[in-house]
C-alpha cells in the first residue's frame, strides 16, 4: 500500500512456523507424565472403569497447574453483568468452577477458578499407559498359536526392486558417490548401479497360546469395597489382555460355596450371597483346565481375588493342596486378598498360603483403592521364563 | 480471503485509516498482518509474537484453539502496543469482519499511543521478546531442557509481581556510609576543626529492602544469594515482558470500550451496503454480549465513554450549574480521559449510579454450593469493583524482609485489601518462591480475621497463625 496512509496490509507464508505445535506438544508429553504419576489414583476411579474403550474421560491432574498467589473465588464478592432484570437472591450458577471466560491469552488474567488442570485422555490411551511394560510373566514357548495378523514392515535396502520402491535420497546419494569416485562431484550420469530400492519383510508375531482363569469370590462377605477392588482388578487385567494378545482365551468363574464358569458379563456384573468355599472354585479351573487347555500346549494363568473370609481351616487346606497341584502346570498363580483398611482377620486364606514357597505363586494384599495398580504390576510384571 | 478480497480490504483499510484520522484519532501507524489461524492462535497464546518457549504457551495455544474449533468466538483481534503497531487478521474471516477488526483495532492503537500509562513502555517489544526468546533457547542449549524449564515454572508463578513504577521508589543510597577512617597522620586532626571532628557512632545496619519491595521479580534476581547469572536473566527477562503487559492489564476496560466506541463510529461511515450493515450489527451484538460471572470490558467500557461524551456534550441543567460544564465539549472531555485515566480512575470517577442500573450491574457470591447474586447497591457495586480491579486484580505483596531473623530467610506479606488468598494456591506457589530464593520464606496474610503465617522450607509448607490482627 502506498505512503499514502500509515496503514498496511499483507500476507505473508507462514506454513514453516511451529512454534505452538511445538510448546503444545511439551504440555502433552507433560500431561502424559503427570498421568503416569497418579497412575495408582488415576485407574481405580468409577468412572473409568465403567467407561468404554474410545470413550473420553477427564483425569484430574494437579500439579500441571502452575499455581500463583491468588484471591479465593470462594469466598469474595465478585461482580458481574444482568440482562436488565438481575435481583438480589437470584442465583446465576450452581456447583462447581467459576465459568471461563474465553481468554485472550496472557494479559486477560489467567484463567479464574481451575482448581486442577483435567487432562481428556481416552480409556484406550490410558490404557496403553497402565501397560507399556506389562506382559504375561514366564510366557513359556508353547504350541505356537493361530498366526496373528501379518505386519509389513520396510526395512531392508537392495539394489534390485520395483521403481515404485525406489529410495529417491538413497539413489541420489549413490549417483554423487560414485560420480565423486570418477572424479567430478555432480549428480547425473544415471546407471542401474546407482539405485536403490525399498523393501519390506512380513513380519510374522507367533503368538504362545494362554489361557487366564479369572476367579472371583461373590459370596456374601464380600462387601462394597472388595467388590469394587475385584471389578476394578479384572476390568484392567482383560483390558491389558486383550490389547496386548491376540490369542488369550480368559474364563470366568464366580464362586461361593459352589463354583460355576460365567460369561463375562455375568462375571462383572454379578452380587450374590452366602458361604464361602473357596476350594470349589479351584476344583472347577483346575477341571476346566484339564478338559480344556492341556498344560503341554498352553500357559496356564489362575487369578483369585477374595477378601480370605473361607469356609474354615479344612477348606483352606484343601485350597492349598490344590494351588500347589497349580504350581504343577501353571506359569503362575495370582492371589489378592482384599482387606479394607488393612483389617485382618485371624486366619485368612492368605494366611495359609504364606506356606508357599514358589517363585510362581504371588499374593498380592489390597487394602485401598490406590493398590490395584500396584497389584496390577506385581501381576504382570514380566520375568524371565522359569526353566520348565 | 482471495486476491479480490485482499485488494478490497486494502482499499477499505485506507478509508478506515482516513475516517479515524477525521474524527479525532491518532493511531501509530499501523501494519497488519493476514495470518492462519493456528497463527492467530498462536500469537493470542503468546500475547506477543516469537516469545519464549514453555508449555505454559503450549497449553494456552490448545486452549484458544480448541475454543475456536468450536467456534465459540470468531473474529480476533490482536494488536501489538508498538511503533509501528501490529496487528493480525485472520486469513478466514469475512472482509466484513476484518473491516471491523482495522476499525477496532486504530482505537487500541491511538490509546497506546497516548494514554498515560503506556507512555513508558518499550515500543520494540517484538524484537525484544525474540532477543529474549533465542537467549532462553542458548540457555536450554547450555544448561539442559529441564533445569530452564523448572526455573522458568518457579518465575512464571510469580510474574504478576513486578512494580511498574520503580521510578516512584524512594532511592537507596549507593553505599551505606563508610566508617570513619583511621587518621593518616598525627596531623590529621588539624584538618578537622571544631564540630567536624565527631563521625564516629557506627552506621546502623541497614534493612534489605529500605521500603517493602513489590518487584518480586527484581528483589529476587537482585539478592537471592545462589543463583546463577543465567537464572538471573529469566528473571529480568520474565519482569521487562511483564511490564510490557501490566498497562494493558490495568486499561483494559477502558481500552476496549474505547476500541469499541470507534469501531461503531468508524463503520458507520463506512456507507456499508445493507446486507453487511446488518451483519456488522450482529458482529457488534455479539462482541458487546454482558456475562453473568464477569465484567464484558467492550460492553462496560462503551458505555462509559457514551455516558462521558453525552454528560459533557449536553449536561443537564443541575450538571451546567452545579459544575459549571457549557456544555459541547463531550469530544473533548473523551480525549482527555483517554489520555489520563486507568481502569481504577475510570470506574471511580464516572460509573454512575445510573450507568450500574442501565448495565445492570451486580455483586455474586458462592453461598451453600451456588453463585448467588447478593448486592446491586450501586456505590457498593462501583466500589467493590474498583477495589477489584487495584493492583489489576492480583494480590499485593510485598517483600518486608530480606534477611528475616538474620538468617537470610525471606519475608513476604500479602497487604490485605479485603479479599482473601487462596491457601492452597498460596502454599504451593510459596514453594516456587522457595525454590527461587533458596532459603526458607514466609508470607504473612489474614484468614477469618487472624493473621496467618505461610512458610516454605523447601520440603513442605507450614502455616501458623499470629495473635490479634494487623492494621
Known sequence: MGGMHSISLQKQDWSLHRKGPIDQARHNAKVRDAIKRNLADIISEEAIITADGDKIVKVPIRSLDLPHFRFDNRRNKQAGQGSGDSRVGDVIGGNGQQGQAPGKGPGAGEMPGIDYYEAEISVDDLAALVFEDLGLPNLEDKGKAEVTAPDVRFNEIRRHGPLSNLDKRRSLLENLRRNAREGHATVGNWSNDDLRFKTWVQDIRQESNAVVLAMRDVSGSMGEFEKYITRSFYFWMVRFLRTKYDNVRIVFITHHTEAKEVDEEAFFNLGESGGTKVSSAYQLALEIVKERYPPALWNIYPFHFSDGDNWGEVDNQRCLDLVRQFLQICNLFGYGEIQEGGRRSISTLMSTFHHINDPKFVGVTITSKEDVYPALRRFFQVREALPA | MNAAEMAELERAAGQIWDIALRLGLDPFPTHFEVVPATIMYEFGAYGIPGRFSHWTHGRAYQQIKTMYDFGLSRIYELVINANPAQAFLLENNTVLQNKLVIAHVLGHSD?????????????????????????????????????????????????????????????????????????ETAYDDLFYLGEEKVPVAPPAPRKVPPEPEKDLLLFIAEHARQLEDWQRDILHIVRQEQLYFVPQMRTKIMN????????????????????????????????????????????????????????????????????????????????????????????????????????????????????????????????????????????????????????????????????????????????????????????????????????????????????????
Open chain 2, 256 to 471: 476496549e470500550g474505547w476500541a469499541a466506541y470507534w469501531h461503531l463510529r468508524i463503520m458507520r461511515e463506512l456507507d456499508l451496503p445493507h446486507r453487511d450493515y446488518l451483519e456488522f450489527a450482529q458482529l457488534h451484538a455479539n462482541v458487546l454480549a454482558p456475562s453473568r460471572r464477569h465484567i464484558n470490558p467492550y460492553h462496560v467500557g462503551l458505555k462509559l465513554w457514551e455516558d462521558i461524551e453525552r454528560r459533557w456534550e449536553t449536561p443537564s441543567a443541575e450538571e451546567r450549574e452545579r459544575y459549571g460544564r457549557p456544555g459541547g465539549q463531550g469530544r473533548q472531555r473523551i480525549f482527555e480521559v483517554r489520555t489520563e485515566e486507568d481502569d481504577v480512575s475510570f470506574l471511580r470517577n464516572y460509573l454512575t449510579a445510573d450507568l450500574v442500573e442501565e448495565l445492570d450491574l451486580y455483586l455474586y457470591q458462592y453461598e451453600n454450593g451456588k453463585w448467588v447474586i447478593v448486592e446491586k447497591d450501586w456505590r457498593v457495586v462501583r466500589d467493590t469493583l474498583v477495589a477489584s480491579m487495584t493492583n489489576f486484580g492480583q494480590p499485593y505483596i510485598v517483600v518486608e524482609d530480606g534477611d528475616y531473623r538474620g538468617n537470610h530467610e525471606l519475608y513476604l506479606r500479602h497487604r490485605m485489601e479485603g479479599n482473601e488468598l487462596d491457601m492452597d494456591y498460596a502454599q504451593r506457589t510459596l514453594g516456587y518462591v522457595q525454590r527461587l530464593w533458596g532459603r526458607p520464606v514466609h508470607l504473612e496474610t489474614v484468614l477469618d480475621g487472624k493473621v496467618v503465617v505461610i512458610s516454605h522450607d523447601g520440603t513442605r509448607p507450614s502455616t501458623r497463625v499470629l495473635e490479634g490482627a494487623r492494621g
Open chain 2, 111 to 183: 490509546f497506546f499511543k497516548h494514554n498515560a500509562h503506556f507512555q513508558g513502555t518499550s515500543r520494540q517489544m517484538v524484537e525484544t521478546v525474540n532477543v529474549h526468546a533465542e537467549r532462553i533457547r542458548r540457555y536450554e542449549f547450555e544448561h539442559g531442557q529441564q533445569p530452564v524449564e523448572e526455573f522458568l515454572d518457579a518465575v512464571l508463578s510469580i510474574q504478576e509481581h513486578v512494580d511498574p513504577f520503580p521510578r516512584m521508589r524512594p532511592r537507596e543510597p549507593a553505599e551505606p556510609p563508610r566508617p570513619p577512617r583511621r587518621p
